[in-house]
């Protein structure tokens, strides 16, 4: 079998890359690559940039993101979330908060740094600043390992380059490291989730050396949403690869893989289609077929009356098929026949659809929205997210109840920018308890 022809990890000059977007994916073309994503660290910025260049070239492109979270068992670890909208509001916002954040801590670990005897080369990093890209923990090793006043001491530690340095001095536990603050792993899958995105936990055992420590920290993290693992990465060994794409199959999960493109000057990670899949198929679903930003997987549009019995049979399928929510005071059939009778003539009816196929439908009723529901086997693929930014955008106000027991529905909401406007309540409809949502303009 030959190299593996797709890249699920890359990074430009937006984040710790050493390519422009644009460039990143000519070098992929060159390599024989023909499903890329861009992954830069906590950032979007460079997914334009990167899609239009796939376009020209002819590449299948898919837009990504890698975000920093943090998890109680094994500290910092990195979560990609793919084919999401880089224009989410809430993703952007965290996204934003976490770089902000990792200015401050990179500023933290430089001031360690300095009082540990080391001479920074400031100068390198008011450049990226200048040019509005982050600082991480390699541009403070570089700063540090370029700086003629350290050569006699990084001689006698035998810290020659960028990486060995920042092993010594800036990873968890040592001397120049600092705590970051990010989402926890939850939080980010949520997020990635909210923007219609794939939630993929990156190269496992890169943070987490034991075998079953990786499969429990992941059964962890399905249990909280997450859909896939990137199995194939280029410094896994065949007998990991090997236990990630068996519990993958388990646990009916995707598995991708990447080289963890950073440019081809970089010590590790400088070559596209370097890693080995060692005879496993990838379970890739939908990303393999990419996306071009520009383009929109799921159409919008107000449902018809005569569509009003596959709507109500698409929200009962979801009602039974969802953990959390109770049997209510009305029958199908009930349901059924107010659909018919009484929804479509007093409420507006949005669907989601793929082709011909409903996948998600939507009631509103003035400023409130009485049902949001998706076809079981869509969910976490953006329909329900277009369904909602929809109502965003032809309302200033959104108002709606969520059964307290439905956590999955209530991070979604919570995760487009709902928040709790009362305590939990039985007083609507069901009497179930409840929680009321608020979501306003700005």
Known sequence: MGAPSFE?????????????????????AAAGVELLALTDHDTTDGVTEAAEQARRLGLDFVTGVEISALDPGAQDLHICGYL???????????????????EDRSERMATALTELGWTIDREQLETRKAAGQTIGRPHLAQAVVSHPRNATRLASEQLGDPSAFLVAYLIEGRPGFRERLAPTVTEAIDLIHAAGGVAVWAHPFWD??????????????VAGGLDGVEA???????????????????????????????????????????????????????????????????????ANQTEALAVAELLLRSRHATPGI???PHSDDELREWFREVCFKSREVWVATDGDALRAMMVLNADWIEQLFVEPGYLHQGY???????????????????????????????????????????????????????????
């Open 8 to 28: 699920f990890q890359s990074h430009s000059t937006y984040s710790d890359g050493e390519l422009s977007p644009a460039a990143v994916v000519r070098a992929a």
């Open 84 to 102: 999401i909208d880089p224009a989410s509001a809430a993703l952007g916002e965290q996204l934003r908060r976490s770089r902000a954040d990792r």
């Open 208 to 221: 987490i050396d034991a075998g079953p420590e990786v499969l429990s920290t992941l059964d962890r993290f």
């Open 232 to 302: 194939f990465y280029v410094t896994h060994t065949q007998a990991q690869t090997e236990l990630l794409v068996d519990r993958c199959a388990e646990l009916g999960l995707l598995t991708t893989g990447s080289s963890d493109f950073h440019g081809p000057d970089h010590r590790q990670f400088n070559h596209f289609r370097a890693f080995e899949t060692y005879g496993h198929t990838p379970t890739l679903g939908r990303l393999a077929r990419g996306r071009l930003i520009s383009e929109p997987d799921h159409s919008l549009r107000r």
């Open 326 to 328: 109770p049997p209510g």
């Open 384 to 442: 329900g997210s277009r369904l909602l930014a929809h109502a965003q955008s032809i309302r200033s106000e959104l108002l709606l109840w969520c059964f307290q027991a439905n956590t999955p529905a209530r991070a979604f909401y919570e995760a487009h920018g709902f928040r709790s406007a009362a305590q939990p309540s039985a007083d609507n409809e069901e009497q179930t308890a409840s929680i009321k949502y608020r979501w306003t303009q700005g």
